[in-house]
């Protein structure tokens, strides 16, 4: 496709149950990004990868929280022992570029709705 | 440490006129980068426009524009002949110098009356 996708778009999960969002960022681009937008917020970044390499976690907002993205494409948000406190919109992004070298367009998909009950 | 602050949680605009949502930013970065992104309610982010900080020409994109004052601080976004599909949140967004994360402010919802 011509954008970024992810899936499913809509998650409902039973506190502590783990969860797994997917992302296919646009093709060729390096880099992807995943950010956590709450309701009525604007998005925060979580984790962000260049390639298969996950260059920053400084995001994540505990270890329950895991990212990989294995052959520098799809990438995997995994949540385990889900809790209410993570029901949000999480959000992918990707850039053509290898961020830091400038200001490159991050271009986002539409989201998962995470709903944790 | 970056921030980014949209004072207006709401905006109602006529349709066919023009709008200018408020954005200030706050950074010790000698270069940054600017960005609109909206978001209908559908979900999606989708970019409208970028601003460097060291462009001279405030950036425009067809019907948007960015009017970008350095010294205050500010990269308002100007949407010329509201239509009702700008009905929309509007984000603005700044990357700091070799950064990659974009801090994100809270948003302002437009709402285009006909």
């Known amino acids: 496709g011509a954008g970024v996708s992810q899936s499913p778009r809509y998650k409902v999960a039973k506190r502590g149950q783990d969860v797994a969002l997917r992302c296919d960022p646009i093709?060729?681009?390096?880099?992807l990004f995943w950010y956590q937008q709450a309701l009525g917020q604007g998005p925060e970044f979580l984790t962000y990868f260049q390639n298969e390499a996950q260059l920053d976690k400084s995001g994540l907002p505990s270890d329950r929280f895991f990212a990989e993205r294995p052959e520098g494409s799809v990438s995997t948000l995994k949540i385990q022992r889900t809790q209410q406190e993570d029901s949000a919109v999480y959000l992918c992004?990707?850039?053509?570029?290898?961020?830091?070298?400038?200001?490159?367009?991050?271009?986002f998909g539409p989201g998962t709705r995470l709903t944790v009950l | 440490a970056q921030k980014i602050t949209q004072t207006q949680p709401g905006m109602f605009v006529q349709e066919k006129e023009a709008v200018t949502l408020d954005c200030t930013y706050d950074t010790s970065d000698p270069s940054y980068g600017l960005f609109w992104y909206k978001q209908p309610s559908s979900g999606e982010m989708i970019f409208l426009i970028y601003?460097?900080?060291?462009?001279?020409q405030n950036a425009t994109e067809g019907r948007y524009s960015l009017n970008f004052q350095k010294a205050r601080k500010s990269a308002n976004l100007v949407i010329s002949a509201s239509q009702l599909g700008d009905s929309a949140m509007y984000f603005c967004a700044m990357a700091g110098a070799g950064s990659y994360q974009l801090t994100f402010g809270k948003g302002t919802k437009l709402s285009v009356i006909p």
């Open positions: 601003q460097g900080s060291y462009d001279q």
């Open positions: 992004a990707s850039s053509l570029v290898v961020a830091g070298g400038g200001h490159d367009t991050q271009y």
């Open positions: 093709s060729g681009h390096v880099s």
